[in-house]
């Protein structure tokens, strides 16, 4: 078994134990932001679909394909060739003056006007050679997504079997797409809230296998209980596993299985609760052997 090795992305203004210094930095780039300002070498990541947008940007409103591809103003990804080439686009525009990204990260359409995964590759494969004949060398990742307020279609690439169907068809259309892996996610669209019993983590690791060369990056974050429910991106690990010791450390184990390949993966700790709960996650991590490079 070879090691697990993680390059550190800063997330928001979170800071990470002061012994592991980030070499990348995540940048926001949805369709409601009108410039970035990147103080190190960056991750763009770009509109994701949660929730309604404005398009009022004076950068989105060139793009008239990409304004008029909405649902009760959720963006729909992925609409169209064209919209492919506006993506392209918005991103140059959006970076402009500053250095061009280290990684772009994009997310998937809706299945109700993009009903296949090579549907969807023979849309995205326009916005690839467009940005990278702008941005030579740039990673482009790709994020499942489980989680919206859009109505009338889900994401097309959310569970393990997409994953690893587009993993296939990219690598059979010799298509540079990498994925990130967010756990949380993942076991919220097979489980609900999180895996009850260990044999679900094993379940997700074990089909994930097939396609760890794909897998560039990593999200993690928490969930608390607030008010009786659980509240995403917050807490820290054990609020996630709700004090399951055992279950927290079949995860840790697991993941880092998953990935001990020696290749250096990015982490990326979506955490908007404390600067404590992101440096407890950081600290699990590494006593389950994981490596900060």
């Not at 889900?154 to 990219?170: C, M, N, P, Q």
């Amino acid at each position: 078994m070879g090691k697990t090795l993680l390059i550190p992305v800063k997330y928001a203004r979170k800071s990470y134990p002061e012994e592991i210094t980030p070499r990348i930095q995540e940048v926001a780039g949805h369709f409601d932001v009108s410039s970035i300002r990147p103080v190190m070498p960056y991750s763009l990541h770009t509109e994701y679909c949660y929730g309604p947008r404005r398009f009022d940007s004076s950068i989105v409103r060139q793009f008239p394909t990409i304004c008029a591809a909405q649902k009760n103003g959720i963006p729909q990804l992925w609409f169209s060739k064209q919209w492919s080439f506006e993506f392209a686009d918005f991103i140059v525009s959006l970076v402009g003056d500053n250095e061009p990204p280290r990684i772009i990260e994009i997310h998937p359409p809706f299945d109700d006007y993009c009903p296949s995964i090579e549907d969807f590759a023979e849309t995205y494969s326009i916005f690839e050679k467009r940005i990278t004949e702008k941005f030579p060398g740039v990673i482009i990742c790709i994020e499942h997504r489980f989680g919206t307020t859009y109505r009338g279609g889900k994401f097309l690439i959310s569970g393990v079997g997409d994953i690893l169907k587009l993993a296939i068809l990219t690598e059979r259309q010799n298509l540079n797409l990498m994925i990130v892996l967010d756990f949380v996610q993942l076991f919220s669209r097979h489980f609900g809230a999180r895996p009850k019993r260990p044999q679900d983590i094993d379940q997700v690791f074990t089909l994930l296998k097939g396609c760890i060369d794909r897998i560039s990056s990593i999200h993690i974050w928490g969930k608390k209980r607030i008010r009786g429910r659980l509240v995403a991106h917050q807490g820290d690990l054990n609020d996630y596993f709700e004090g399951d010791a055992a279950l927290k450390k079949h995860f840790l184990t697991g993941a880092r299985e998953l990935l001990a390949d020696d290749q250096p993966r990015f982490f990326i700790p979506e955490v908007n609760s404390t600067n404590e709960d992101l440096i407890s996650i950081v600290r699990e991590f590494q006593k389950a052997s994981f490596e900060f490079v």
